[in-house]
Antibody
Framework: QVQLVESGGGVVQPGGSLRLSCAASGFTFSTYGIHWVRQAPGKGLEWVAFIGYDGSTKYDADSVKGRITISRDNSKNTLYLQMNSLRTEDTALYYC????????????????WGKGTTVTVSS | EIVLTQPPGTLSLSPGERATLSCRASQSVTGGYLAWYQQKPGQAPRLLIYDTSSRATGIPDRFSGSGSGTDFTLTISRLEPEDFAVYSCQQYSTSPLTFGGGTKVEIK
């Protein structure tokens, strides 16, 4: 079945870096864009970033702009989120989520989500 | 950015009852580009509704969505035990994508 599995979360000090991964299976990964969405403890969901099906299109939220890099390896069916200069407010459960629309026609909502990986930024 | 508000934070209802969840936008969500998701602890969020009223694949017809402009509603006609969860709305008419804070539907 269609599945997304995040990994790479952990505890990091402020100013540190972390790379999250998202392994996809059960669908043609190379034809779908993927989003990262996070949820801080006790808060609502927050969209973080998007990468298009072929990696040529990327968007990110103002809250992480300049501090993250989203990338993908379609040969490995894997998505990455490199996070640098981490702040305490980046503490959250990070989800990767499959874009509903195919290829160059994103619809900007998500039809399959992973269970998330936890990032804790603390000294 | 469009801010989505979901009052109340918690709805206490009994199985079999009707649930009506609200999502209010700070400005018009053009095109009706609004989705609803269900979240349960330890599970991946699940897409329920998109484009205001279209049910996602495999979603039971007790779930329905309606609304336009700045006011949207998710209705669960008769609550089943598995429906007690947190429900969040998301708009995708204007960048950046934004979500509401969620409404928890709990067992009364």
């Amino acid at each position: 079945q269609v599945q997304l599995v995040e990994s790479g979360g952990g505890v990091v000090q402020p100013g540190g870096s972390l790379r999250l991964s998202c392994a996809a299976s059960g669908f043609t990964f190379s034809t779908y864009g993927i989003h990262w969405v996070r949820q801080a403890p006790g808060k609502g969901l927050e969209w973080v970033a998007f990468i298009g099906y072929d990696g040529s299109t990327k968007y990110d939220a103002d809250s992480v702009k300049g501090r993250i890099t989203i990338s993908r390896d379609n040969s490995k069916n894997t998505l990455y989120l490199q996070m640098n200069s981490l702040r305490t407010e980046d503490t959250a459960l990070y989800y990767c989520a499959k874009e509903y629309g195919v290829a160059a026609g994103p619809r900007w909502f998500m039809d399959v989500w992973g269970k998330g990986t936890t990032v804790t930024v603390s000294s | 950015e469009i801010v989505l508000t979901q009052p109340p934070g918690t709805l206490s209802l009994s199985p079999g009852e009707r649930a009506t969840l609200s999502c209010r936008a700070s400005q018009s969500v053009t095109g009706g580009y609004l989705a609803w998701y269900q979240q349960k602890p330890g599970q991946a969020p699940r897409l329920l509704i998109y484009d205001t009223s279209s049910r996602a694949t495999g979603i039971p017809d007790r779930f329905s969505g309606s609304g336009s402009g700045t006011d949207f509603t998710l209705t669960i006609s008769r609550l089943e035990p598995e429906d007690f969860a947190v429900y969040s709305c998301q708009q995708y008419s204007t960048s950046p994508l934004t979500f509401g804070g969620g409404t928890k539907v709990e067992i009364k």
